[in-house]
């Protein structure tokens, strides 16, 4: 049926709408641009109609009249090579009337539209990398389609349904007589395109695709070579995760992983095993190769799928915390009741006591390849370290176990890649903590003017950039008994610690009267701006540098805190630290002494401030009055 059909169709035939924006926008990029790898869509239709099946069997749980005509599952690819269709049939749930137009006429993945709002107008330049970015699922028949067809009965009802659009931009929607209808399930047929024909209207080549990307679909799946041909079983419908390693091939593994993950890369690690003992359950993981477009969907929902005694219970089950959701796992066991409801499910012993052990599983075999691989885990972990990251915080029970996979970037290692095992072992002479600097971006915590004492004495700061560090050093106790201490909050404290080779001590590690008198007249200037001046044992070269006072939050975590409303109160004031052998301080010290121009050092406490502010990231606290500053000093200074 072509849109002009659709348009013109009588207002009894059925009801014509035009498609969700976003389901347009991806429908003209698929039919127009991508072709590479065209071959996704039976795939796609495949695990639909498996999915179709497992909620069907979930359902008759309750209801067993759904499904009581005895007849098992199974899912039927008929070619008509003549006639240059292709359908896809399965005898699951069904659809009603609403569910057409919420499946078929909306999107509704997140990966999806997050794809589609992240290439914006790059849209011709990145539609060839579209497949395997995200799960494009029912919207692929149309790469090869002309026009698809979809018939479709609800299981446990009378009416029937048909669905028909040519991708252009509408569908129809019109009741289906019961003789025409499927008993119940749906048939999708596909009305191929020329090329398209010419390539899947070919029995040996839908076999080979079917046995390739199907092959661990947990439902049979039968070929029907033309029409009126018997059906010829092609799949066993056995679930991947019931067999043994050694029956499956690294190409199963990843056919099923694309499948269950909605990618379309490798996996980085493959979990597959079988607890036994007081709870007996199966399992198959994996570990993405690339970011998940819901890697930080505030919601941070797991993407588990339960299964009990092979019945689908949920896709989102609750089964890996929060900061392990980027795993795509299958868990399936025979202790849980199949007859309760998934909420119930969730909330009973045994459910928690499968969590804990599939978490600590997956910790586990983490930490073998951040131990045997070092190569694959350093991809893993800048996939997902962030992420990892959040169990620092969240996860005080697992958080040794963290330590050992976390790496961080240092001032001695910028690249990353640092252990906290590394770190102590290099710890200098009289170090006794572990320093770090938190931000919003590496390449400025590699130029903050707080480090500069801590490299003349040679001592590492790791370099904190995501914005969970600024929580879970707040709350890590320390590593292999050393505290965690940050740069930027209270007194350095590193005199203790003798200089690196090369390195010269500060020209005057005593601050004298000068100096202690102009630091006086800086913090009665800056009163309403800082809690303290003082001079700085941590700078080695910058003049002045902010720091927060010895006890409350970082400035890090605070400034976090104020953007989201949770600081709970007015926030504190910063200390400004000032190098007294900076020769711009001693320079103002004696003209402050000397009873010149008070007005220009009283300029100058504003403007070192104000660099401070900047260095850290922050604009000016009075941008109109930093420049009046500024133009005030530069023209004293040309004469």
């Given at each position: 049926?072509?849109?002009?059909?659709?348009?013109?169709?009588?207002?009894?035939?059925?009801?014509?709408?035009?498609?969700?924006?976003?389901?347009?926008?991806?429908?003209?990029?698929?039919?127009?641009?991508?072709?590479?790898?065209?071959?996704?869509?039976?795939?796609?239709?495949?695990?639909?109609?498996?999915?179709?099946?497992?909620?069907?069997?979930?359902?008759?749980?309750?209801?067993?009249?759904?499904?009581?005509?005895?007849?098992?599952?199974?899912?039927?690819?008929?070619?008509?090579?003549?006639?240059?269709?292709?359908?896809?049939v399965?005898?699951?749930?069904?659809?009603?009337?609403?569910d057409?137009?919420?499946?078929?006429?909306?999107?509704?993945?997140?990966?999806?539209?997050?794809?589609?709002?992240?290439?914006?107008?790059?849209?011709?330049?990145?539609?060839?990398?579209?497949?395997?970015?995200?799960?494009?699922?029912?919207?692929?028949?149309?790469?090869?389609?002309?026009?698809?067809?979809?018939?479709?009965?609800?299981?446990?009802?009378?009416?029937?349904?048909?669905?028909?659009?040519?991708?252009?931009?509408?569908?129809?929607?019109?009741?289906?007589?019961?003789?025409?209808?499927?008993?119940?399930?749906?048939r999708?047929?596909?009305?191929?395109?020329?090329?398209?024909?010419k390539?899947?209207?070919?029995?040996?080549?839908?076999?080979?695709?079917?046995?390739?990307?199907?092959?661990?679909?947990?439902?049979?799946?039968?070929?029907?070579?033309?029409?009126?041909?018997?059906?010829?079983?092609?799949?066993?419908?056995?679930?991947?995760?019931?067999k043994?390693?050694?029956?499956?091939?690294?190409?199963q593994?990843?056919?099923?992983?694309?499948?269950?993950?909605?990618?379309?890369?490798?996996?980085?690690?493959?979990?597959?095993?079988?607890?036994?003992?007081?709870?007996?359950?199966?399992?198959?993981?994996?570990?993405?190769?690339?970011?998940?477009?819901?890697?930080?969907?505030?919601?941070?929902?797991?993407r588990?799928?339960?299964?009990?005694?092979?019945?689908?219970?949920?896709?989102?089950?609750?089964?890996l915390?929060?900061?392990?959701?980027?795993?795509?796992?299958?868990?399936?066991?025979?202790?849980?009741?199949?007859?309760?409801?998934?909420?119930?499910?969730?909330?009973?012993?045994?459910?928690?006591?499968?969590?804990?052990?599939?978490?600590?599983?997956?910790?586990?075999?983490?930490?073998?390849?951040?131990?045997?691989?070092?190569?694959?885990?350093?991809?893993?972990?800048?996939?997902?370290?962030?992420?990892?990251?959040?169990?620092?915080?969240?996860d005080?029970?697992?958080?040794?176990?963290?330590?050992?996979?976390?790496?961080?970037?240092?001032?001695?290692?910028?690249?990353?890649?640092?252990?906290?095992?590394?770190?102590?072992?290099?710890?200098r002479?009289n170090?006794?903590?572990?320093y770090?600097?938190?931000?919003?971006?590496?390449?400025?915590l590699?130029?903050?003017?707080?480090?500069?004492?801590?490299?003349?004495?040679?001592?590492e700061?790791?370099?904190?950039?995501?914005?969970?560090?600024?929580?879970?050093?707040?709350?890590a106790?320390?590593?292999?008994?050393?505290?965690?201490?940050?740069?930027?909050?209270?007194?350095?404290?590193?005199?203790?610690?003798?200089?690196?080779?090369?390195?010269?001590a500060?020209?005057?590690?005593?601050?004298g009267?000068?100096?202690?008198?102009?630091?006086?007249?800086?913090?009665?200037?800056?009163?309403?701006?800082?809690?303290?001046?003082?001079?700085?044992?941590?700078?080695?070269?910058?003049?002045?540098c902010?720091i927060?006072?010895?006890?409350?939050?970082?400035?890090?975590?605070?400034?976090?805190?104020?953007?989201?409303?949770?600081?709970?109160?007015?926030?504190?004031?910063?200390?400004?630290?000032?190098?007294?052998?900076?020769?711009?301080?001693?320079?103002?010290?004696?003209?402050?002494?000397?009873?010149?121009?008070?007005?220009?050092?009283?300029?100058?406490?504003?403007?070192?401030?104000?660099?401070?502010?900047?260095?850290?990231?922050?604009?000016?606290?009075?941008?109109?009055?930093?420049?009046?500053?500024l133009?005030r000093v530069?023209?004293?200074?040309a004469?």
């Amino acid at each position: 049926m072509s849109e002009a059909d659709i348009e013109t169709a009588p207002a009894a035939a059925g009801e014509t709408k035009a498609f969700q924006a976003d389901v347009s926008r991806l429908l003209d990029l698929m039919v127009h641009s991508i072709y590479s790898e065209r071959d996704v869509f039976l795939r796609e239709l495949i695990s639909n109609a498996a999915d179709a099946c497992e909620k069907l069997r979930y359902e008759s749980i309750a209801e067993p009249s759904l499904a009581a005509d005895g007849e098992g599952f199974a899912i039927r690819v008929v070619l008509d090579k003549d006639a240059k269709t292709l359908a896809v049939v399965d005898n699951g749930i069904g659809m009603a009337r609403d569910d057409l137009d919420r499946a078929l006429g909306t999107i509704a993945s997140s990966g999806t539209k997050a794809f589609l709002d992240r290439i914006g107008d790059r849209a011709e330049e990145e539609s060839g990398n579209l497949i395997g970015q995200f799960g494009i699922g029912f919207y692929s028949a149309f790469m090869v389609a002309d026009s698809v067809e979809v018939r479709t009965r609800r299981a446990g009802t009378d009416q029937a349904w048909r669905w028909t659009s040519d991708g252009k931009g509408s569908y129809a929607v019109a009741a289906l007589p019961l003789d025409e209808a499927p008993e119940r399930g749906t048939r999708v047929t596909l009305h191929l395109n020329e090329e398209a024909a010419k390539e899947f209207g070919e029995p040996w080549r839908v076999e080979r695709l079917i046995k390739e990307h199907s092959g661990a679909v947990a439902v049979p799946i039968d070929l029907v070579e033309k029409p009126d041909a018997e059906p010829r079983r092609l799949t066993d419908g056995a679930a991947l995760w019931a067999k043994n390693k050694s029956e499956i091939t690294p190409e199963q593994y990843t056919e099923f992983y694309r499948g269950v993950a909605a990618q379309y890369d490798e996996p980085a690690l493959t979990i597959h095993y079988r607890a036994e003992g007081r709870h007996e359950y199966s399992v198959l993981a994996f570990v993405p190769g690339s970011k998940p477009f819901d890697l930080f969907d505030p919601q941070r929902k797991g993407r588990t799928k339960l299964y009990v005694r092979r019945v689908l219970i949920t896709d989102e089950a609750d089964l890996l915390p929060g900061w392990l959701r980027f795993v795509r796992a299958v868990v399936d066991t025979a202790d849980l009741p199949l007859n309760v409801s998934r909420e119930m499910v969730q909330n009973s012993p045994i459910f928690a006591a499968i969590r804990k052990g599939v978490t600590n599983r997956v910790l586990g075999d983490l930490t073998k390849m951040a131990d045997n691989d070092a190569d694959g885990f350093a991809k893993v972990w800048e996939n997902f370290g962030a992420v990892l990251k959040e169990g620092l915080y969240e996860d005080p029970e697992r958080r040794d176990g963290l330590f050992k996979l976390a790496r961080f970037a240092s001032t001695k290692h910028p690249d990353g890649g640092r252990t906290l095992v590394q770190y102590v072992a290099d710890l200098r002479e009289n170090q006794t903590a572990i320093y770090y600097l938190v931000g919003d971006d590496l390449a400025r915590l590699k130029t903050s003017p707080q480090l500069e004492g801590f490299r003349a004495r040679g001592i590492e700061v790791l370099l904190l950039p995501d914005a969970v560090d600024a929580f879970w050093v707040q709350n890590a106790v320390g590593f292999e008994g050393k505290p965690f201490k940050s740069v930027t909050q209270g007194a350095a404290d590193i005199k203790s610690v003798p200089l690196a080779e090369g390195e010269k001590a500060p020209e005057s590690e005593e601050v004298g009267p000068k100096i202690a008198t102009l630091l006086a007249f800086m913090k009665q200037t800056l009163e309403g701006s800082v809690e303290d001046v003082r001079a700085s044992d941590r700078l080695s070269e910058s003049p002045a540098c902010l720091i927060a006072p010895e006890f409350g939050p970082d400035r890090r975590l605070e400034k976090i805190l104020a953007q989201h409303g949770k600081l709970g109160g007015a926030a504190s004031k910063p200390v400004l630290e000032v190098n007294p052998g900076h020769p711009l301080v001693t320079a103002l010290a004696e003209r402050y002494a000397g009873e010149g121009d008070r007005a220009v050092v009283e300029d100058s406490a504003w403007l070192l401030h104000d660099e401070a502010r900047i260095m850290d990231g922050e604009l000016p606290a009075d941008a109109a009055a930093f420049a009046a500053r500024l133009r005030r000093v530069m023209e004293k200074a040309a004469g």
